[in-house]
C-alpha cells in the first residue's frame, strides 16, 4: 500500500514536472525576448492573432530563445530521471519522501514566483475570453440617438483612419526626426499633426474597442454595452464602411462583433488596395463615413515595398549584418511605406473635391531596441509605446462648411489630448451630437474649448491602469 501510494505521489509530482516545463518554456521565450514575465495580453494576442504575427513573431524569438529552451529541457529531464529513479529504487518512504522534498525545494526558487504571476496573468485572459463570449451580443437594444446640428446638401465624406504601431518620435513631420520618413505627408496642406497626444493602450485588442466607442480605461468592459462609432453615423443617416487588411483585428474570429455595426465590409489582402476601396465607396456614397485599418507599421516591419528599403541594414532585408539599428532601420523603411499609403488616402478624398476630413490615429505606439522590439509586452510601458500620432486632414470644401471647427483644430494641435478624445471629436468632425445623457462636451479637437482630461493607460491584463501625466 505504501509502495502505491509512492507511486501515485511519484507520478503527479512527473506530471506537474511536465506542465511546469511547459510554463518554463513559454515564461523563458518572453523572459529573453522581451525581458519581461509572459502577460496575458500577450497570451490572448496569441490566442486571437492571425498566422502571419504568430508565425514572425515565433521565428523571432526562437532565434533567441533556443538555447535557453535546450538547457531548461536539459533541467526538467534530470529531474525527471530523479524521480523515475526513486520510483524503482527500493529505498525507504522516508528516503524517497526526502529526494522528493529536494526534488521540489530545487524547483522552488525556479517556479514559485514565475508562476504566481502566471497564474494571475491565465486568470485574466480567461477573463477577457469570457467577456468577449459571454457579452458581445450585449449592445443589440443600444442607441446613440445620434443627430447632426446642420446638414450639408453636398456629398461627405469622413473617414477615421486606424494606424497600427506608428510612433511620434519617428515621423519626420513631427519636425525634430533626422530622417525623413514622411516626405509625402509634409507636402499635403491642410494636414494638422497633434504634437502631444497619447494612445490609451498598448495592445490592439485594447485600443480598438476605446477607439470605436465612447469607453475609456476605467470603464472598459462596458463596451459590449455599446455599438461602435458607426452606429452613431448610422443614426445620423450616413452609409458606413469598415475597409481593413485582413490579418487585422476586426477580422479575427474574438474581435468581429466590433465590425457587425457597419453597413459595408471590405477586407484586403494588402495595405495599397485600402485607398481604391475608399475611392469606389465614396464615388457611390453622398454621405459616406469610413473606418480604414492597416496592417501598417507591427513588427517585424515587412510591411513595404523594396524601394522603401532606404536605410540599411534593415532586419528583414539583411537578416545576417550585425547592428543595433537592424530593427530601427526596418521599422523607418516601414513607415516610409505609411507615408506613401496614408497619402494616397488623403489624395482619394481630395480628388473627390467634396465636404471630406480625415482623422488619424495609431493604436499604439512601439519599442524598439537592438534585441528587444513590440508593444505590449510590459507592466511598464515606455513613452514610445503611448505618445503616438494623431494627424486631421480636411478638404478645402469641408473649410468652407465648418471653419470655426478647422480654427480650434489648429488652435488645439500643441495641447495634451488622449484616445478618450477620439470618439467625441470624429463625430463632431461630422457636426453630430448624440443623446444628452450620453454626450460629453470638452472632450473634441473641433470645439473651442477643450476640459482638462487624466490621460491613462490600460494595461496587458486589461484592468490594471497607469496614469500618465
Ligand atoms: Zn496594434
Not at 525581458?35 to 533567441?64: H, K, Q
Request: hydrophobic share 40%; with cysteine.
Amino acid at each position: 500500500m505504501k509502495h502505491k501510494s509512492a507511486i501515485v505521489l511519484l507520478t503527479c509530482l512527473l506530471i506537474g514536472l511536465v506542465l511546469a516545463c511547459f510554463a518554463s518554456l513559454i515564461e523563458i521565450t518572453t523572459l529573453v525576448s522581451y525581458e519581461n514575465w509572459f502577460t496575458s495580453g500577450e497570451m490572448f494576442a496569441w490566442v486571437t492573432a492571425n498566422p502571419y504575427e504568430v508565425g514572425d513573431i515565433a521565428d523571432y524569438c526562437l532565434r533567441y530563445v533556443w538555447p535557453y529552451w535546450v538547457l531548461c529541457l536539459l533541467l526538467y529531464l534530470a529531474l525527471g530521471v530523479l524521480i523515475g529513479w526513486l520510483v524503482v529504487k527500493r529505498a525507504s518512504l522516508l528516503t524517497r519522501m526526502l529526494s522528493v522534498g529536494i526534488v521540489c525545494l530545487l524547483l522552488l526558487p525556479f517556479i514559485l514566483p514565475v508562476r504566481n504571476s502566471l497564474l494571475r496573468e491565465i486568470v485574466c485572459v480567461i477573463r477577457q475570453v469570457h467577456n468577449i463570449e459571454k457579452h458581445q451580443n450585449d449592445n443589440i437594444c443600444f442607441k446613440y440617438d445620434a443627430n447632426r446640428q446642420d446638414s450639408l446638401d453636398a456629398k461627405e465624406i469622413y473617414v477615421l483612419s486606424l494606424g497600427e504601431s506608428v510612433r511620434y518620435s519617428n515621423i519626420s513631420l513631427n519636425g525634430v526626426y533626422q530622417r525623413i520618413t514622411t516626405p509625402l505627408l509634409a507636402e499635403q496642406s491642410n494636414l494638422y499633426l497633434y504634437s502631444d497626444y497619447y494612445a490609451n493602450a498598448t495592445l490592439t485588442q485594447h485600443a480598438l474597442p476605446m477607439l470605436l466607442t465612447d469607453v475609456a480605461c476605467n470603464n472598459f468592459v462596458q463596451h459590449f454595452n455599446r455599438k461602435t462609432i458607426a452606429a452613431a453615423f448610422q443614426e445620423a443617416g450616413f452609409t458606413t464602411a469598415l475597409i481593413s487588411h485582413r490579418a487585422q483585428l476586426m477580422n479575427n474570429g474574438y474581435h468581429d462583433y466590433l465590425a457587425k455595426d457597419f453597413d459595408t465590409l471590405i477586407f484586403v489582402k494588402h495595405d495599397s488596395l485600402i485607398a481604391p476601396e475608399l475611392a469606389n465607396l465614396a464615388k457611390k456614397n453622398e454621405k459616406l463615413f469610413a473606418v480604414t485599418h492597416y496592417l501598417g507599421n507591427h513588427m517585424f516591419y515587412t510591411n513595404r515595398t523594396e524601394d522603401c528599403l532606404v536605410w540599411r541594414p534593415d532586419y528583414n532585408a539583411d537578416p545576417k549584418t550585425k547592428s543595433d539599428s537592424l530593427f530601427l532601420n526596418a521599422y523607418d523603411n516601414s513607415l516610409l511605406y505609411t507615408d506613401r499609403l496614408l497619402n494616397k488616402e488623403i489624395e482619394t478624398l481630395r480628388q473627390m473635391h467634396k465636404a471630406a476630413a480625415w482623422f488619424f490615429v495609431s493604436d499604439h505606439g512601439e519599442y524598439i531596441s537592438p534585441k528587444v522590439s513590440g508593444h505590449g509586452h510590459t507592466y511598464h510601458p515606455t513613452k514610445e509605446e503611448y505618445h503616438v500620432p494623431l494627424m486631421v486632414w480636411y478638404s478645402d470644401e469641408y473649410k468652407e462648411a465648418y471653419p470655426e471647427k478647422v480654427a480650434n483644430l489648429i488652435k488645439h494641435k500643441d495641447e495634451p489630448v488622449c484616445a478618450d478624445h477620439v470618439f467625441w471629436s470624429v463625430l463632431d468632425m461630422a457636426n453630430i451630437r448624440i443623446d444628452s445623457t450620453l454626450q460629453q462636451d470638452g472632450l473634441s479637437v473641433f470645439e473651442d474649448t477643450l476640459l482638462p482630461h487624466r490621460r491613462t493607460l490600460l494595461l496587458p491584463d486589461g484592468k490594471s491602469i497607469m496614469t500618465l501625466d
